[in-house]
């Protein structure tokens, strides 16, 4: 069982800066990749970016050059630096981990951008 907890979001205004952590606790080794997604109410959960044990990252095109997916794996976490913020940012951010076939998933951060 892999545990996954986020931290970090809040309210921002758009052009601001917020950064996410998802800390990873209990059976973290052979976990392939790690990565965040984010929903709105009425919506699908949408990807937003991953980062591979191997330290390879993807971003879904509407972040990339604002948002950054790292990790310290000394602390078994992952960040999200997301910068100029924009209001279709808003939404429900949770971390996702994945470990064989099995898909692990934290309890969401939210996150408002303000306009």
């Known amino acids: 069982q892999v545990h996954l907890v986020e931290s970090g979001g809040g309210l921002v205004q758009a052009g601001g800066s917020l950064r996410l952590s998802c800390a990873a606790s209990g059976s973290i080794f052979s976990i392939t990749a790690m990565g965040w997604y984010r929903q709105v109410p009425g919506k699908q959960r949408e990807w937003v970016a991953t980062?591979?044990?191997?330290?390879?990252?993807r971003y879904v095109s509407s972040v990339k050059g604002r948002f950054t997916i790292s990790r310290d794996n000394a602390k078994n976490t992952v960040y999200l630096q997301m910068n100029s913020l924009k209001p279709e940012d808003t939404g429900a951010y949770y971390c996702?981990?994945?470990?064989?076939?099995?898909?692990?998933w934290g309890q969401g951060t939210q996150v408002t951008v303000s306009s």
């Open positions: 996702n981990a994945e470990r064989a076939v099995v898909q692990y």
């Open positions: 980062i591979t044990s191997v330290g390879g990252t």
